[in-house]
Each structure stands twice: as structure tokens, then as C-alpha cells.
């Protein structure tokens, strides 16, 4: 006879086991790796919070303290690894499997772990297939999550950052897994109930707050005239043609340049009210002018950012807030609007090969996709229409009628050379090399290139939309790569027939004046400046400040 119900008899063991380290559900600090001792299990599924920006670090250092002979061979399935701490877990032998989706600081590390076999991969997923997949077959069995405040019920309040949490704790709570929530403080009464106390196991006060990366602060300052340049290319040339109300951006300079742009160059455009309304991205310092200035309606954050709390929930008509008055975020919502409700991602990227394929990998950094992939592509399921997506894909099928599908624009920004001169536009792809060094299937490609539309240059712009060939295609990238190996090979018969053609257009095409390109044009040159144009609301990171 069948036994349905041993999943739920494996968490009352679990927890029975945990009852006297605890007061309720409150744990003492001291008392966690004693704790995580008796509720995980060797090769269970564990996801310890490492978001894109917050991270739960302190669960993180518990975590590595375990003793490995009782706990080892987990299977870390987490969106972001960040922290030391998460590389540490295999180093020590307490986790053997991994699961991801974005590593930022640690991505040399986890290619050298990957070189030397500690680290089984599993996939290098986008976010949203990540978390689709804590719902089918990667379900944790753990959650080590974290929030800014928790009441003595377990009711937590995430706050600005809530990001991942939500989804995490569903796919955990209800499957019978265990929920350990590390907060700030413990109060009487949380400010909002972001997770209700039924889903929450325990809660420990960490001895400091948990972990924010500021990673969307951009300095104005660090804007270059060249980043000046491509960004007036691509509102003349793509926003002023296209006008996608509706978008998400990168985080490179470039994108910022093109924010910082909007009051100004952007004006002289007249695209105010046309272009760039509506936003699925995290809170960007430098579209604090363009917000100021009446250009943005609504943005919904995948995220917080640190400095911009105060700014935010003094502009409830922009941003998504509680009653409580500050953001709500969610990744997984957010991301979900940037891949079905967007016209348009512009981005930038480190390789770029022939067919427009693009990757972050090299063969000593393995960064992850974390959400561009997502972003940054053309989703079929998509039904409703809008006139940027329905010219972007008349212009892709060269006619128009009923049962042609719009596109969404997908557009590359970035400079010929990279850090350290370093072309970024080559014949193949680092990640290639990288995929048959280690066995993997599929190379790890962060947008392919048959949803790229547009790439950006300081040479021009290539319109990947009237290409018809693959021949186009690859003479219209190399049409823009410069003096790259993979410019210089370009066949220049080709590439003028392509100019001609539209499908290339050069600065002076656009009407573009490189002598009016220069840091002048932005409508905030420093961080001090983004600072005055929020009123004093926005207040940067101490290594933002210079005064």
C-alpha cells in the first residue's frame, strides 16, 4: 500500500528533532549550525538565498560551519552566487551539485571550481527558468532566506528588496520544506506582511544586517564621450523610429548615458511622451532627471537599489509601493513583464560572433545569464500588439497582414573593443571552447542572435530586421565591428550594398554630429548631481560620494 504522506512525516521529523534549540520559532544566533544540523539532510536540495543584489549571509556563514560528515552533497539550486561563503560550501565538501543563475563577483571562482571538479553543474539557467524549476523538479527542500524584519509569528517584512523571497518560500512551504528566515530585527509589528507567518519555520536576529550590493548605480561621471555617441545613435536611430513606449535596460554605462540623455538630446528629439514610459527595471539612479523631468509614467523593480528608498516612496505615482509607503519588488513578476510586456531590451554584452550570438562567458569567468536572456528575447506566447512590436516584425517579414507576428526589439550596444582592448565582436564565441573543455551540451549563450534586432557601435548601427541572408547578417556585424579582426575581414562591396540598403547606418546617416557628442549633453555629469535633481532624497553608497 501506498504511503502519500511521507513527505509531510520527513518535516514534523525535522522539526521535532529542531524543537529544543528554539523559543517558538525563534532561534538564537548561536544556535543556527545546530539547527541547520538537525533540518537538512545530506543531498537534499537546499536554496540559500543569494539574490541578484540581498544576500542571506549570515544563514550563508552558518551554513559553512555544519559539519561535513554529517551534512555533504547538497544541491544548492539558488539564483545568485555572491558571497565567498557560497563557494565555500563546495570547497568544504557540505554541497557537491549546483543549480544557478547569476555569479557577479564570484565568476572566476566558479570557473576554476568548475575546471577542478568540485562543482557538478546542473544548468546555468535565466532567473524565471530557475524559479519555473523550483516548481517542477528542483523544489527545495530548505530555504535560508532573508527579510528586513520579522514579528515573534514569523509574519516577515522583506521591504524594498524583496525580490526572490516570495517565490523561494512558495515553492518551499508547500511541499512540505523547511523555512529559515534571517532578519535584521524582530519586532512587535512588522511594517507590512510581505510572507505570512504559515509559511515561515523560524527566524533568527542576525548580528548585522543582511547584505545589499549597490549594482545599479552607474556614475555620470564614469560616461564617456564614446558612450555619449552611441547613445545619441540609438535615439535617433532606434527610439525615434521605433517609439517603444515600454522597456527595460541594461546595466552598462551605455544604457545609462542613454537615461541621462533623455532630458536633453532626447528633448531636441521631441520623443518625450513617445518613447520610454513605461519600465520594467530596477531603480537606476541616472533616470532620476529623466523621471523629474515628466518622461516616465511607471516602473515596476525586479529590485531595490541602495540610496533610492527615501526617492521611491516619495514618488508612489511612479514606482510600485505598499501602504506602508515603501517599494515592493519581485523578480519573478518583473521579469515576467520584461519578457511578455516590453518592446524593447537594449543591452550590452562581451562577445558578439558572426551570427550575432553573445555571450558573457570567458574561458576564466563564468558570469551567468541572470535575467538578459529573458529580457532580451522575442517571446512567442506573446498576443497583444503594440506599434513598435508590430513594425519591428512587418520590418523582419518584409510585409504586413494579419498573420504577421510583431517582434520584439532586441538590441546589442556595445563598444569594438572592450577592458584591456579586447575585441568584442569575434569569430566564435569563448563559450564554445569553454562548452567542450567541460562536457557541456550546450554552450552558454546569453541571447541568440536570431532575437537580436539591432547592434550598436561606435561605427553605426546594424538593422538586423532587413537582413535576408546569413550572409547579411554576418556582413552587417562586421559592417560595424571596427578595426576588430572580424571588421577588418568585412567585404566592403557588401557592406556598402547593405548601407545603401538601410540595413547599416552610419552616424552621419542618422544626421548625427560627433563633435556634439561629449559628456555636456548629460543632464547629470556626477553623482552629486542625480542627488540634486531627487531633491536630496536620493542618498548614494559612501563610495559613490566624493564630497
Same mark, same amino acid.
Given at each position: 500500500?501506498?504511503?502519500?504522506t511521507?513527505?509531510?512525516?520527513?518535516?514534523?521529523?525535522?522539526l521535532?528533532?529542531?524543537?529544543?534549540?528554539?523559543?517558538?520559532?525563534?532561534?538564537?544566533?548561536?544556535?543556527?549550525t545546530?539547527?541547520?544540523?538537525?533540518?537538512?539532510?545530506?543531498?537534499?536540495?537546499? +536554496?540559500?538565498?543569494?539574490?541578484?543584489?540581498?544576500q &542571506?549571509?549570515?544563514?550563508?556563514?552558518?551554513?559553512?560551519?555544519?559539519?561535513?560528515?554529517?551534512?555533504?552533497?547538497?544541491?544548492?539550486?539558488?539564483?545568485?552566487l555572491?558571497?565567498?561563503e557560497?563557494?565555500?560550501?563546495?570547497?568544504?565538501?557540505?554541497?557537491?551539485?549546483?543549480?544557478?543563475?547569476? =555569479?557577479?563577483?564570484?565568476?572566476?571562482?566558479? @570557473?576554476?571550481? *568548475?575546471?577542478?571538479?568540485k562543482?557538478e553543474?546542473?544548468?546555468?539557467?535565466?532567473?524565471i527558468?530557475?524559479f519555473?524549476?523550483?516548481?517542477?523538479?528542483?523544489?527545495?527542500?530548505?530555504? *535560508?532566506?532573508? @527579510?528586513?524584519?520579522?514579528d515573534?509569528?514569523?509574519?516577515?517584512?522583506?521591504?524594498?528588496?524583496?525580490?526572490?523571497?516570495?517565490t523561494?518560500?512558495?515553492?518551499?512551504?508547500?511541499? =512540505?520544506?523547511?523555512?529559515?528566515?534571517?532578519?535584521?530585527?524582530?519586532?512587535?509589528?512588522?511594517?507590512?506582511v510581505?510572507?505570512?507567518?504559515?509559511?515561515i519555520?523560524?527566524?533568527?536576529?542576525?548580528?548585522?544586517?543582511?547584505?545589499?550590493?549597490?549594482?545599479?548605480t552607474?556614475?555620470?561621471?564614469?560616461?564617456?564621450?564614446?558612450?555619449?555617441?552611441?547613445a545619441?545613435?540609438?535615439?535617433?536611430?532606434?527610439?525615434?523610429?521605433?517609439?517603444?513606449?515600454?522597456?527595460?535596460?541594461?546595466?552598462?554605462?551605455?544604457?545609462?548615458?542613454?537615461?541621462? *540623455?533623455?532630458?536633453?538630446?532626447?528633448?531636441?528629439?521631441g520623443?518625450r511622451?513617445?518613447?520610454?514610459?513605461? !519600465?520594467?527595471l530596477?531603480?537606476?539612479?541616472?533616470?532620476i532627471?529623466?523621471?523629474? =523631468?515628466? !518622461?516616465v509614467?511607471?516602473?515596476?523593480?525586479?529590485? =531595490?537599489?541602495?540610496?533610492?528608498?527615501?526617492?521611491?516612496?516619495?514618488?508612489?505615482?511612479?514606482?510600485? %509601493?505598499?501602504?506602508?509607503?515603501?517599494l515592493?519588488?519581485?523578480? *519573478?513578476?518583473?521579469?515576467?513583464?520584461?519578457?511578455?510586456? +516590453?518592446?524593447?531590451?537594449?543591452g550590452?554584452?562581451?562577445?558578439?560572433?558572426l &551570427?550575432?550570438?553573445?555571450?558573457?562567458?570567458?574561458?576564466?569567468?563564468?558570469?551567468?545569464f541572470?535575467?538578459?536572456p529573458?529580457?532580451?528575447? $522575442?517571446?512567442?506566447g506573446?498576443?497583444?500588439?503594440?506599434?513598435? !512590436?508590430?513594425k519591428?516584425?512587418?520590418?523582419?517579414?518584409?510585409?504586413?497582414?494579419?498573420?504577421?507576428?510583431?517582434?520584439?526589439?532586441?538590441?546589442?550596444?556595445?563598444? %569594438?573593443?572592450?577592458?584591456g582592448?579586447?575585441?568584442?565582436?569575434?569569430?566564435?564565441?569563448?563559450?564554445?571552447?569553454?562548452?567542450r573543455?567541460?562536457?557541456m551540451?550546450?554552450?552558454?549563450?546569453?541571447?541568440?542572435?536570431?532575437?537580436?534586432?539591432?547592434?550598436v557601435t561606435?561605427?553605426?548601427?546594424a538593422?538586423?530586421?532587413?537582413?535576408?541572408?546569413? $550572409?547579411?547578417?554576418?556582413?552587417?556585424?562586421?559592417?560595424?565591428?571596427?578595426? %576588430?579582426?572580424?571588421?577588418?575581414?568585412?567585404?566592403?562591396?557588401?557592406?556598402?550594398e547593405?548601407?545603401?540598403?538601410?540595413?547599416?547606418?552610419?552616424?552621419? $546617416?542618422?544626421g548625427?554630429?560627433?563633435?556634439?557628442?561629449?559628456?555636456?549633453?548629460?543632464?547629470?555629469?556626477?553623482?552629486?548631481?542625480?542627488?540634486?535633481?531627487?531633491?536630496?532624497?536620493?542618498?548614494p553608497?559612501?563610495?559613490?560620494?566624493?564630497?
Amino acid at each position: 500500500m501506498s504511503m502519500w504522506t511521507k513527505q509531510a512525516t520527513e518535516r514534523a521529523r525535522r522539526l521535532n528533532a529542531a524543537a529544543p534549540l528554539t523559543d517558538g520559532k525563534v532561534v538564537a544566533g548561536d544556535n543556527v549550525t545546530a539547527l541547520l544540523e538537525r533540518i537538512i539532510c545530506s543531498e537534499d536540495r537546499v +536554496c540559500l538565498e543569494g539574490d541578484n543584489q540581498k544576500q &542571506a549571509d549570515f544563514l550563508a556563514s552558518c551554513l559553512t560551519e555544519v559539519d561535513p560528515g554529517l551534512i555533504h552533497d547538497l544541491h544548492i539550486v539558488q539564483s545568485g552566487l555572491v558571497l565567498s561563503e557560497h563557494l565555500d560550501l563546495f570547497r568544504l565538501g557540505i554541497a557537491r551539485k549546483l543549480d544557478f543563475s547569476y =555569479s557577479g563577483p564570484q565568476s572566476a571562482a566558479i @570557473a576554476r571550481a *568548475l575546471d577542478q571538479g568540485k562543482i557538478e553543474l546542473g544548468a546555468i539557467h535565466t532567473y524565471i527558468e530557475l524559479f519555473a524549476r523550483y516548481y517542477i523538479d528542483l523544489t527545495p527542500n530548505v530555504a *535560508l532566506i532573508a @527579510a528586513v524584519s520579522a514579528d515573534r509569528d514569523g509574519n516577515l517584512y522583506t521591504g524594498p528588496n524583496t525580490e526572490d523571497t516570495p517565490t523561494i518560500v512558495e515553492a518551499t512551504a508547500y511541499k =512540505s520544506g523547511i523555512v529559515v528566515a534571517q532578519v535584521n530585527r524582530i519586532v512587535d509589528r512588522v511594517p507590512r506582511v510581505d510572507i505570512p507567518a504559515d509559511q515561515i519555520d523560524f527566524i533568527v536576529e542576525a548580528p548585522r544586517p543582511f547584505y545589499v550590493e549597490p549594482l545599479f548605480t552607474r556614475d555620470p561621471g564614469a560616461v564617456t564621450d564614446t558612450q555619449v555617441f552611441m547613445a545619441m545613435m540609438a535615439l535617433k536611430g532606434i527610439y525615434a523610429k521605433y517609439r517603444p513606449k515600454r522597456l527595460n535596460h541594461g546595466i552598462g554605462f551605455s544604457t545609462a548615458a542613454i537615461e541621462l *540623455l533623455l532630458p536633453t538630446y532626447g528633448e531636441e528629439l521631441g520623443l518625450r511622451g513617445n518613447v520610454a514610459t513605461h !519600465w520594467a527595471l530596477n531603480p537606476h539612479p541616472t533616470l532620476i532627471p529623466a523621471i523629474e =523631468s515628466g !518622461w516616465v509614467q511607471q516602473i515596476h523593480c525586479f529590485g =531595490s537599489e541602495v540610496g533610492m528608498d527615501a526617492y521611491m516612496s516619495a514618488r508612489p505615482d511612479v514606482y510600485f %509601493t505598499g501602504k506602508d509607503g515603501t517599494l515592493r519588488s519581485n523578480r *519573478l513578476l518583473c521579469q515576467n513583464a520584461g519578457l511578455y510586456a +516590453c518592446d524593447m531590451f537594449i543591452g550590452s554584452t562581451l562577445q558578439i560572433d558572426l &551570427a550575432g550570438n553573445s555571450s558573457t562567458v570567458t574561458p576564466d569567468r563564468i558570469a551567468g545569464f541572470g535575467g538578459a536572456p529573458n529580457m532580451g528575447a $522575442d517571446a512567442h506566447g506573446r498576443r497583444h500588439t503594440s506599434d513598435a !512590436w508590430l513594425k519591428a516584425g512587418y520590418e523582419a517579414a518584409g510585409a504586413e497582414g494579419p498573420l504577421v507576428r510583431g517582434r520584439k526589439l532586441v538590441v546589442q550596444m556595445v563598444e %569594438t573593443f572592450g577592458d584591456g582592448m579586447k575585441p568584442a565582436f569575434v569569430e566564435e564565441l569563448d563559450s564554445i571552447a569553454l562548452a567542450r573543455k567541460l562536457n557541456m551540451p550546450l554552450a552558454p549563450v546569453m541571447i541568440f542572435g536570431d532575437d537580436v534586432t539591432h547592434i550598436v557601435t561606435e561605427e553605426g548601427i546594424a538593422n538586423l530586421l532587413l537582413c535576408r541572408s546569413t $550572409d547579411d547578417i554576418e556582413q552587417a556585424i562586421r559592417g560595424v565591428a571596427g578595426y %576588430t579582426p572580424v571588421g577588418m575581414a568585412r567585404d566592403h562591396a557588401k557592406v556598402a550594398e547593405l548601407r545603401a540598403r538601410g540595413v547599416i547606418q552610419r552616424p552621419e $546617416d542618422l544626421g548625427i554630429d560627433p563633435l556634439k557628442a561629449n559628456r555636456n549633453l548629460l543632464a547629470a555629469r556626477s553623482i552629486r548631481d542625480l542627488v540634486t535633481w531627487s531633491d536630496g532624497l536620493y542618498a548614494p553608497p559612501s563610495k559613490f560620494r566624493n564630497w
